[in-house]
């Protein structure tokens, strides 16, 4: 009988990607003499064997990385397509509001998105500081409850021009036409939300074109203008024929629009623009995509006979989804009812860290071992350890396991393209289910052309617990289980084995 050599991970890998093992694994990614590397410089490898594992690893400079190539991109499709319009890039501040992404996003020259009235606040401190540059337009967008409305015209009548209320709906425009500095506004259109029933979240947003033509009217009397038309199809949109036919007609709706109103300016395709985070497979041909939406407008305007506007894109998940990196360790394995695959159950808790894996249907991420590649390959499912709910694994029970090597405890993974939305929507530095606490968190950012690092610990309990609203004494209880030093930790147990070794170099470094 011929006995079957099993597929190593690395072989796998080789077959499914093409990857040989070394070099460009993704756009974010590579791999070199075996570490694993985000933005060709910062050592996952490394980082997991010096810090353990949880890890959350924040690479600012691939954010820098990500507005540079766009804007490269703009370049190519406005000289291909003749485009004769501005192109602006604008960070959508809501996929990730920590200062080190947004502060990174406008240093590389983003303007600024806001979605909602505490976003205004922070867009405003940061323009009071110069660090969001007076020329930098910020597009003020979502359903505005009057705290939203009075947030932008203070910043307005503090004499920032360049502020854009996007009307959500038309009941907003009542109070920012009081508002006592002329405002440059804008108008979003609902049609281009939900045109084929693909996108129904998208619905909600914006106003009809009978809406559009009553808001210009009103504009039109008052001391305010009308510059800008938003029309936004979804997000992560990877069929680029979809994503153009659709916004065709919103460029008809903006040339209709400019023909009575010439203080049109803008045309605003919002988010959707999709990010190589979820998936290693992971194809989008950017520059294309922008020169046949700029042929698309060119053809437009000048069958409208209008000048083809500056167009603007908002770039949330694009911006910042592939910056940040969750490392976890596999503490134990946990075998699967018969005929299913084992559980390797995570230091973490899933549902914590990717909340969009229980939020978003078919949600995935791209996940990278970082050892264990000449490992056979076996299908898994991981489950976190850090709650006791059945939701609470990767990938979900419908889909297909993950194919990881055959290495059990120790092994440590890279969950990538979690740095849009996932600590948002996690709530970062609050109150998790099960208590499960925040990992400690390294961020790298780029000063003056050197690679600075930063190392924020894990949060603690007592933060946990006084968020919770327990007074003082309750947190004098000891918390954390520690086995004595001459008790030899088996590995499965308590500690995975990166953190034990790195705990036992600590002891020795601390003896001498
Ligand atoms: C959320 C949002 C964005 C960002 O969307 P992504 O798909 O993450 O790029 C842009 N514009 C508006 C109005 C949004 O609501």
Not at 243 to 250: N, V
Request: glycine share 8%; proline share 6%.
């Amino acid at each position: 009988m011929v006995q079957l050599k099993q597929q190593s991970y690395a072989e796998y890998i080789t077959d499914r990607q093409g990857f040989s093992g070394e070099g460009r694994l993704t756009d974010f990614l590579t791999r070199e003499r075996g570490q694993l590397m985000l933005g060709g410089r910062a050592n996952l490898n490394e980082l997991a064997e010096s810090h353990g594992a949880p890890l959350d690893v924040v690479y600012t400079p691939q954010i820098t990385t990500q507005v540079e190539r766009m804007h490269a991109w703009a370049a190519q499709a406005r000289a291909r397509s003749e485009y004769t319009g501005a192109f602006l890039y604008a960070y959508a501040t809501k996929a990730n509001f920590a200062a080190e992404a947004v502060e990174t996003a406008l240093a590389a020259g983003a303007h600024y998105e806001t979605s909602a009235a505490a976003d205004v606040t922070i867009a405003h401190s940061l323009w009071r500081q110069g660090i969001l540059p007076e020329n930098r337009l910020i597009c003020c967008n979502g359903s505005k409850e009057p705290n939203y409305i009075a947030a932008i015209c203070d910043l307005r009548v503090d004499g920032c021009e360049s502020v854009i209320p996007i009307l959500d709906d038309l009941d907003e425009l009542g109070s920012l036409l009081d508002c006592a500095a002329p405002l440059q506004i804008g108008v979003r259109e609902r049609a281009a939300g939900n045109r084929d029933g693909r996108h129904p979240g998208q619905d909600r947003f914006g106003l009809s074109a009978a809406e559009i033509e009553q808001a210009a009217v009103q504009i039109a009397a008052s001391q305010h203008r009308l510059v800008l038309y938003h029309a936004m199809v979804g997000s992560q949109i990877e069929d680029e024929a979809h994503f153009l036919d659709t916004l065709r007609e919103s460029v008809a709706g903006y040339c209709r629009l400019r023909r009575h109103v010439p203080s049109l300016r803008y045309l605003n395709f919002g988010g959707g623009v999709p990010t190589s985070g979820y998936d290693m497979g992971f194809q989008f041909d950017y520059a294309g995509f922008l020169t046949k939406l700029m042929m698309t407008i060119r053809d437009t305007c000048a069958a409208y006979d209008v000048p083809m506007p500056d167009l603007i894109g908002e770039f949330g998940r694009y911006t910042v989804a592939t910056h940040s990196v969750f490392l976890i360790e596999v503490g134990a394995v946990k075998a699967g009812q018969p005929g299913d695959p084992d559980w390797y159950l995570v230091n973490s808790s899933l549902m914590v860290s990717l909340p969009d894996s229980i939020l978003v249907e078919g949600q995935e991420f791209v996940i990278v071992p970082l050892n264990g590649w000449d490992r056979p390959v076996r299908p898994v499912r991981l489950a976190g350890r850090r709650t006791c709910d059945s939701d609470d694994v990767y990938p979900r029970p419908h889909q297909a396991p993950l194919m990881l090597p055959d290495m059990g405890a120790g092994l440590i993974l890279a969950i990538c393209g979690v740095g849009a939305y996932q600590q948002m929507i996690s709530g970062r530095g609050g109150a998790h289910h099960c208590l499960s606490p925040e990992p400690a968190r390294v961020i790298f950012s780029e000063v003056a052309g050197r690679l600075r690092s930063r190392y924020v610990p894990q949060q603690d309990q007592v933060t946990i617990m006084r968020l919770l609203g327990y007074p003082p004494q309750h947190m004098t209880v000891p918390l954390r289980f520690e086995r004595p030093a001459t008790l030899p930790a088996p590995r499965s147990l308590a500690l995975g084995a990166a953190t034990a070794r790195r705990r036992m170099r600590e002891r020795v470094a601390r003896a001498h």
